[in-house]
C-alpha cells in the first residue's frame, strides 16, 4: 500500500502570522480527514519554525520549499538543508517548474540538493512536467522521462524508498486549468514503469502526487485512479477548508 499524501506548496505567500493561523486551521480540522491521508504543509523559509511549532503535537508534516546545493558556508542568501533539518522538517520540495523556470536549476543543481536532502534526512518531494509547448508536441513522456533519468536514477535504492515524486504539468500551475483524470493516471503510470526499469518493485511503493490546479471539485476524481497517490497542492492549500476537503478526496 502506497502512502497517500496531500501536500500544501504555499509558494511565497502568507506573512508569518497568517501562516500559523493557516497552519492552526489545518490542525483543527484533520480529525475530519481519515488518518491514512498523510498532509505536509511547506510555507516560506520565514515561518518554517513557527508552522513546526504550531503543528507540534499533530500529525501534519512540515516541509521547505528549496534548499541550498551546498552544506555551508559562503552563500549568501541560502538556507541549507541542515537548517530546515534543524527546524523539524520532513520534507524538501525540489525541481519545483517554478524553481527550473525563473532560477534556472538544472538536473546537475537538483542532483546536489537532493544529496544534501537526503544527507540531512529530508526527504524530497521531487517535481517534474513538461511545459504547454511541450505537451502540444507530444514530448511530454520524453520531456518528465529525462527529468528522472538525469536526477532520481543517480539515487542509492535505500535514498529511493524514501522519495515522493510531484508530476506537475506547467500548463496546468495557477492557470484553472487541470489535466483531466485520464492525462494524470497515463503519465503517472508511464512515470512509474521508467522508476521500475531502474529500481524494480520499488517503484510500486513510490507515492506519485499530481499537481497543477487541484481543487475540492476535482481532487477525488485524480486521485481515484491507480497511479495517482495524492496532490500537490498550490492555490488551494492557502484556505485551509479547501485543503482539508482535497484530503477528503480519497
Ligand atoms: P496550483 O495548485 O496553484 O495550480 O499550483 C500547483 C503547484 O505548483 C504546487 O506545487
Known sequence: MRKKIVAGNWKMNTLPAEGVELAKGVAAGRGEVCSCVNFIVCPPFTHLSQVVETLKGSDIAVGAQNCATEAKGAYTGEIAASMIAALGCKYVILGHSERRQYYGETSATLNKKMEQAYANNLTPIYCVGENLEEREAGRHFDVVKAQIEEVVFNLTAEQFADL???YEPVWAIGTGKTATADQAQEIHAYIREVLRSKFGAAADECPILYGGSCKPSNAAEIFAKADVDGGLIG??????????SIGKGF
Open 235 to 244: 492555490g488551494a492549500a492557502l484556505k485551509a477548508e479547501d485543503f482539508l
Open 164 to 166: 515522493v515524486i510531484a
